[in-house]
């Protein structure tokens, strides 16, 4: 019979390296015995994470602690939720990744050993997630799971940019570099968007998102009214703009100052498409990882995913 708990662990994480095996003899000195037995388990490729997940549940795992960033977690309620078991079993986040910010919303903290200890003393909360059909990268049509975002725009880029780096500047420093870096190649694609069946923009887009939580790349906060269980995306539009502008504007998306700017519309909902208008590509970022590109369906699924370890007495920030 297997434990109750089965720890998922990223060794790609962005910040994993050098720490996986004191972080394992921890997870098991802390955890095991709290949680009534512990076994850990390396996912070894692309979406592994959503096959350890989905087997460890069918065979009676009712916790799952996710080591890694929110590509990681995303993977893992990819393979709960298209395997229909979204009710079978709790995620507890673990942030290792380069970003996070799905953590960063519910205030987990970053540090290994502090998320440990959260891990053990948090509460429970059911949350939101979103399910997104699209086009891969050799066009063939897919469909996914994700916590915490899907964008595209300048955003495809800079996911595109930051994993192809090694990170080796930090997550911080790595997403201004692949921002900047992305502004300067300045994809404006010619899109049509609708929220809910209405057709919210028609014409060129530097970056689309819907954000069921707050923020992505690495702590940027383009969605700052969005709340993980309120059953609705928080969609922003960012409309054509020079290169000088999006340079100049870059600080706002980390204080969430943007949404003022005229050039930026923010529409609530549950459901989103998208497609191009005319020639050219929107690449796809869905939690950090750049996935393939338009058209696209986002559909939001109210309270699907049960989280355990999250600091109580506090909404999102």
């Known amino acids: 019979m297997p434990a109750s708990t089965l720890a998922i662990l ?37 979406m592994d994470a959503a096959r350890i997940a989905r087997e460890a549940v069918r065979s009676g795992v009712k916790r ?25 079993a709790e995620i ?4 290792l990744g380069s970003g996070c910010d799905f953590a960063r919303m519910l205030g987990i903290p970053t540090a290994p050993e502090k998320a440990i200890e ?4 948090g509460g429970c909360r059911r949350v939101d997630a979103g399910r997104i059909e699209y086009r891969d990268r050799k066009g063939q049509e897919k469909t996914s ?24 500047f930090g ?32 014409g060129p887009a530097s970056l689309v998102l819907a954000g069921n939580g707050r923020y992505c790349g690495a ?32 600080p706002l998306l980390y204080s969430g100052g943007h949404i003022e700017h005229p050039a930026v519309s923010v529409w609530r909902g549950s459901r989103v498409e998208a497609e191009l208008l005319g020639q050219g590509r929107a ?27 999250v600091p109580e007495g506090r909404r999102d920030s």
């Open 219 to 250: 702590g940027m906060k383009i969605a700052p009214a969005a709340e993980c269980d309120d059953g609705l995306f928080d969609v922003v539009v960012i409309g054509a703009l020079s290169r000088p502008r999006l340079w100049l504007n870059l």
């Open 283 to 309: 690449l796809l970022d869905v939690d950090g990882e750049g996935v393939g590109e338009l058209p696209v369906a986002l559909e939001l699924l109210p309270r699907a995913i049960g989280l355990f370890g």
């Open 145 to 168: 799971y994700f916590l915490n975002e899907a964008s595209f725009g300048l955003s495809g880029l800079i996911v595109e940019s930051v994993n192809r780096r090694a990170k080796h």
């Open 118 to 121: 959260q891990l053990v003393s």
């Open 10 to 46: 990223n060794p790609h994480a962005g910040r994993a390296s050098g720490i996986l095996g004191r972080l394992e003899v921890r997870l098991r000195g802390r955890l095991a015995e709290v949680m009534g037995g512990l076994e850990i388990e390396r996912t070894r490729e692309p």
């Open 92 to 95: 507890g986040i673990l942030p």
């Open 171 to 202: 997550p911080r420093s790595s997403f201004v570099l692949g921002t900047l870096g992305a502004i300067a190649r300045h994809p404006q694609p010619d899109l049509v968007v609708r929220v809910d069946g209405r057709e919210v923009h028609s």
């Open 64 to 88: 799952l602690i996710v080591g890694g960033g929110d590509g990681t977690v995303s993977e893992v309620v990819t393979g709960l939720l298209a395997a229909g078991l979204g009710e079978e």
